[in-house]
């Protein structure tokens, strides 16, 4: 998909359309100093990560933006679960590179991702983020009060969307990882010892 976006006026153009693509291993050391720029050093230390360590993003929801060959954002979509056999995703994150955060390149991304994840038969996605910025996409604090995370979070900050109408009715308990486990290499995690040595 290639988009051309308009600036705020207060923000650098970008030269060269915006391309959103999937994810490839070579978009992964430019994807890290972009989250480590947007969320700094301590990032990894959110309660969203542990939903996300050891597993791979949910297949085809791992999405980044380019300008010309510079990778200026990125979103992600893990599988997860609602309590028991309530199947849903953790959407982040989601992160745009700072010198042209205000260009609807966010918008985008959250655009194709949630439209990618409807069209793969998901139906409904959590996040814990700002609730002014997401509701525009048609996230609320609804329906999420009898879900908790495994670890502390603000409840005005966790966010729940429906892809399908009552998706979330009823859902009770704690969100748990349900996606594909990275592969091992000798006991090794392999993203992890990739993070360590990037």
Not at 38 to 61: H, I, N, Q, Y
Request: aromatic share 6%; net charge positive; glycine share 12%.
């Amino acid at each position: 998909m290639t988009v051309h976006v308009s600036p705020d006026r207060n923000e650098p153009a970008v030269a060269d359309p915006i391309v959103v693509r999937d994810e490839a291993m070579r978009h992964l050391s430019a994807r890290e100093v972009l989250l480590d720029a947007a969320f700094g050093a301590d990032r990894c230390a959110k309660t969203s990560e542990r939903l996300r360590e050891g597993r791979l993003p949910a297949d085809r929801l791992a999405l980044v933006a380019e300008a010309g060959e510079h990778l200026v954002g990125t979103v992600r979509l893990w599988n997860v679960t609602l309590g028991p056999g309530r199947p849903a995703l953790l959407l982040g994150p989601l992160a745009v590179d700072g010198a042209i955060r205000s260009s609807g390149i966010g918008g985008l991304l959250m655009r194709e991702a949630t439209s990618r994840a409807r069209d793969e038969g998901h139906r409904a996605i959590i996040l814990v983020g700002d609730e002014p910025y997401y509701r525009r996409f048609g996230f609320a604090v609804a329906k999420m009060e009898r879900l908790w995370m495994p670890g502390p979070v603000e409840r005005s900050r966790f966010l729940g969307l429906e892809l399908v109408p009552g998706a979330l009715d009823g859902a009770r308990g704690l969100v748990s990882p349900t996606g594909g486990e990275v592969p091992r290499w000798q006991g090794l995690e392999l993203a992890g010892a990739w993070r360590r040595a990037a």
